[in-house]
């Protein structure tokens, strides 16, 4: 169901976020995530001169590579279009993400390494999406290994959805089901 009507109003900025995941030859799984920030107006940068209507204010990539086990092998920034002259210097930061693990924490972890002052807050925030689609990517692994033992899926406890007390648990894996047995 789309939102409802609502009332009368001009578009002024439209942020895109786009997520795509890959499982590479070598294993490890990647995943491209792209922001980009446009006006619907033209306006004066004091680094760029004018920025005509449609044309990024942002235009911002991160690639990050993981293991099965969601360790990070690379993370790579790119800033193709900003705001300011020194913005593109920051990339290089997100490198302090390798041998970082995705997990209880990760947040919070980004946020202290490339967060901040000596960070770029859309770089550090497009790592959100980019850890969800790279969940949603790996979603598949745990079904395909072919084993006696099935691992716990990575993806139980992350939301409402997959509860380990909740009915999707209890039907798909139950093995992991510790809600009422009755």
Known sequence: MPLPDSAARKELHTRQITCTGFKRNDGLWDVDAHI??????????????????????HDMWIRI?????LVVHDCIAVTDKSPFAC????????????GEKIAAGWTMRVKKLVGGLQGCTHLADLLGPATTTIFQTMSSMSKNKQSDVQPRPFFLNGCHAWDTNGEQVKRLYPTFYTGDKS
């Open 87 to 98: 913005c593109p210097d920051i990339t290089p930061i997100f490198k302090k993400l390798i």
């Open 65 to 69: 590579t993981v293991d099965d086990q």
């Open 36 to 57: 980009t920030d446009v006006k619907t107006y033209s306006f004066e940068s004091a680094h760029r001169g004018t920025v005509e209507a449609g044309d990024p204010v």
